[in-house]
């Protein structure tokens, strides 16, 4: 079915006024919901703030494919755990990649100096978001293709649990009630902090705190405190601070407990330390010391490590999945048919034939660096200059080949402060909330706690909402 045709939102999208005055009144209720970002003028301040950039309107997503997407959570949790406790298989697989990439090398060393002192968390703690894309089949039927599993920092849970408010008032002012119910509920933020909140409890110590290491300019604030206003509702305290506050005032003592100004920490979670820009040789040692400690780390390294590219591209290898998932060939089965097509460019006739192939069809591929954030990856003419360039190098072991997603576009009308409503053809990226939490080898919590749908004009290949590229969004099954 063409998922574009099946809302019938075309008609309303013609009418130049009547946007005009749905998006004012779009606008008020995401600003009353808390759909919020600090603006980028005074990012380290909340004295003013604007909306987060949304939809005027829900977007089609095929109701099997959401289904689809959430079947298969439980599994990537799985997966990434038991990833992230193979010291063997994380040292092969970025042998290569880190001889390049100083930025994964960084974290490899810590990760190497962790085991080599011995991991003193005995709790281990994931919040992950799988992302994936709508490939258009050639008979018109759409396929879940995952983009990427992010483990570190994965964001905009809390701003996603308020956005459904909003696009059930813009339907419920055109008087389309049917229509405002399909929305889904949606609460992220609530069961992130609900996997924070048990492995706290795990860690067992009654007056310690939750650490959460974010910058100072952090323009996504109200993303992250819907998660610390439901860890207060549980009496869980959190205390914010950077990577230079934690070099400062931070220390272990013999039994390797973190403590903080004083205050036991028994969780550390990480909405910074992604990217090497969040580095100065300060951080690294905070980093490092966080690492040592037997506070309960969301994630730890190996669970960061774990969710690199160059893992995702060789755990789509024959035979990987079920050494990770021996005896549950229904769970591979389930992840594999998520996998778009994955190639590596370490040096030799493996990478030197996926190279001829991206130069050869350009628009079929993407080039995607070991990178989170957006606005990294390579397309088009520029992959190509790229693959030139790396072709004879043992530099294009740090990147990877992906096969691109091209979905079906359709209308919707994107609404961003300071710019007139522009209706566009658009594309979505699905998003969905992983949590999972291990004491010892006993997993005690694995489940989804809900989803993110950005959506961003066709014409930008890469990027997500921090990016200022895709804009918040909700699923409307069809
Ligand atoms: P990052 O870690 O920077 O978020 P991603 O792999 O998610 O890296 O890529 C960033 C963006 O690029 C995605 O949000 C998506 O819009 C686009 N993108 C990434 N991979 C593909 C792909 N295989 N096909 C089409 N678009 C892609
Ligand atoms: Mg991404």
């Known amino acids: 079915m063409p998922v574009g045709m099946a809302t019938g939102w075309g008609s309303l999208l013609q009418d130049e006024q009547q946007l005009e005055e749905l998006a004012r009144q779009a606008v008020d209720r995401a600003l009353a919901e808390g759909v919020l970002l600090r603006t980028s003028q005074a990012p380290s301040s909340s004295h003013v703030v604007s909306y987060a ?10 109701s099997a494919l959401l289904e689809q997407a959430y079947a298969v959570q439980a599994d990537f949790n799985l997966l990434v755990d ?45 919040l992950n978001r799988s992302d994936y894309m709508f490939q258009c089949n050639p008979d018109g039927s759409a396929a879940l293709k995952q983009i990427e599993i992010n ?14 408010a909003v696009h059930r008032h813009v339907l419920s002012v055109l008087g389309k009630t049917k229509e405002a119910a399909k929305i889904l509920f949606n609460n992220p933020s609530k069961g992130l902090a609900m996997g924070i909140a048990k492995a706290w409890e795990l860690y067992g110590s009654a007056n310690a705190q939750v650490l959460l290491i974010a910058q100072e300019k952090e323009r996504n604030i109200f993303d992250q405190r819907a998660i610390e206003n439901e860890l207060l509702a549980r009496n869980i305290h959190v205390i914010r601070r950077r990577f230079e506050d934690v070099s400062e005032k931070g220390s272990l003592d013999q039994d ?43 994630p730890d390294i190996a669970t960061q490590l774990a969710g690199t590219k160059k893992v995702q591209q060789e755990l789509s290898r024959v035979g990987v999945l079920e050494s990770f998932l021996p005896g549950q060939p229904e769970a591979v089965a389930r992840l594999r048919a998520t996998f778009a097509g994955l190639y590596s460019l370490d040096l030799g006739e493996e990478g030197d034939q996926a190279i001829t192939k991206a130069i050869a069809a ?20 520029e992959m190509v200059q790229a693959l030139e360039r790396l072709k004879d190098s043992e530099e294009r072991a740090s990147y990877i080949l992906m096969e691109k997603i091209e979905p079906e576009p359709f209308r919707n009308c994107l609404l961003r402060p300071g710019s007139p409503a522009r209706v566009i053809q658009c594309i979505s990226e699905l998003g969905i909330f992983g949590v999972y939490v291990r004491e010892g080898k ?16 066709i014409e930008h290949a890469d990027g997500g909402v921090a990016a200022g590229v895709a804009v918040l969004d909700n699923p409307y099954p069809v």
Not at 268 to 292: C, I, K, T
Request: glycine fraction near 8%; aromatic fraction near 10%.
């Open 53 to 62: 950039p949304f939809t005027l309107f829900p977007s089609p997503v095929p």
């Open 82 to 126: 038991a990833v992230s406790q193979n010291a063997v298989f994380l040292e092969q697989t970025l042998s290569s990649t880190i001889k390049r990439d100083s930025f994964t090398a960084r974290l490899f060393d810590i990760h190497k100096q962790v085991l080599k002192e011995g991991i003193a968390q005995t709790v281990f703690l994931g």
């Open 151 to 164: 483990t570190v920092s994965a964001s905009f849970g809390g701003l996603a649990s308020r956005t459904p």
């Open 256 to 298: 390797r407990r973190l403590f903080m100004d004083g205050r036991e920490i028994a969780v550390v979670y990480f909405r910074d330390g992604y990217m090497p820009g969040h580095y100065s040789l300060q951080n690294w040692e905070a980093r490092l010391l966080l690492e040592r400690s037997c506070a309960v780390k969301c």
């Open 362 to 381: 350009p628009s079929c591929f993407v080039l995607k660096p070991q990178r989170e954030g957006g606005g990294n990856n390579l397309y088009g003419e």
């Open 442 to 457: 006993t997993l005690v919590m694995n489940k989804h706690v809900g989803h993110l749908l950005r959506t961003k004009a």
